[in-house]
């Protein structure tokens, strides 16, 4: 069965550090990429995509990340974090069966603590 | 602006009820779909419905049952509550199965 790891499951920073998450997934065929994001008190929102084409993908409020289709990887990045970054983090990878449902596969989450 | 609600944000009921979710889009999308929230374990998808009056169990059907008897409309039913299933249930759509998913804000239901 397909099965994607997010390596942290709480990651404490201080403002202005670098960020990077990371997530990996099993399947080896094309893939679909999501990072979604939980701001306390508030719905899951989608912070960027991959489908194809330049696997550094940017996203809302200075995120990136970046698809390596050798390592499976999509980790996500931000180069200085902020309180406000304060959140859980979800990666999401989507693979493409031919004939098959396709759908999104989430991890079990990052929560992020940025101290100011 | 793309829309999902879901009509509760807190449901308390007692074990043994019958217990229905509701989750409506306004976006005329084809993909509508019940996921559970749980610390730890991220979003484990209970059902899922590619069109109307179709469906499909996800990874954690037990327990649950759907109806989608219109196109912008998907409700979760819980026949009979049992305490393990007190969890944050979220509500998505997409345009296609493998598509970005907008989510509802969640019910956070409690069953005692």
């Known amino acids: 069965a397909q099965s994607v790891s997010q390596h942290n499951h709480h990651v404490i920073l201080s403002e202005a550090a670098s960020l990077e998450l990371g997530c990996n997934y099993s399947?080896?065929?094309?893939?679909?990429l999501f990072w979604y994001v939980q701001y306390p008190g508030q719905h899951l929102q989608l912070l960027l995509k991959?489908?194809?084409?330049?696997?550094l993908v940017k996203g809302i409020k200075g995120f990136e990340a970046e698809f390596i289709k050798s390592k499976f990887s999509f980790n996500l990045r931000k180069p200085s974090v902020q309180w406000s970054d304060t959140a859980e983090y979800f990666c999401?990878?989507?693979?493409?069966?031919?004939?098959?449902?396709?759908?999104?596969?989430f991890g079990a989450g990052t929560r992020l603590a940025v101290h100011p | 602006d793309v829309k999902v609600t879901q009509s509760s944000r807190y449901l308390v009921k007692r074990t043994g009820e019958k217990v229905f979710l509701e989750c409506v889009q306004d976006?005329?999308?084809?993909?509508m779909f019940w996921y559970r929230q749980d610390p730890g374990l991220g979003l484990r998808l209970i059902y899922f419905?590619?069109?109307?009056?179709?469906?499909e169990k996800g990874d954690i059907p037990e327990g649950y049952s759907v109806s989608r008897e219109k196109k912008e409309r998907f409700s979760l039913i819980l026949e009979s509550a049992s305490t393990n299933q007190t969890s944050m249930y979220l509500c998505?759509?997409?345009?296609?199965?493998?598509?970005?998913?907008?989510f509802g804000p969640g019910t956070r239901l409690t069953v005692l």
């Open positions: 399947y080896g065929g094309t893939v679909n």
């Open positions: 999401a990878p989507a693979p493409m069966f031919s004939g098959g449902y396709n759908k999104l596969i």
């Open positions: 976006m005329d999308h084809e993909n």
């Open positions: 991959y489908f194809s084409g330049d696997p």
């Open positions: 998505a759509s997409s345009f296609t199965r493998a598509n970005e998913q907008f």
């Open positions: 419905s590619y069109d109307v009056k179709m469906k």
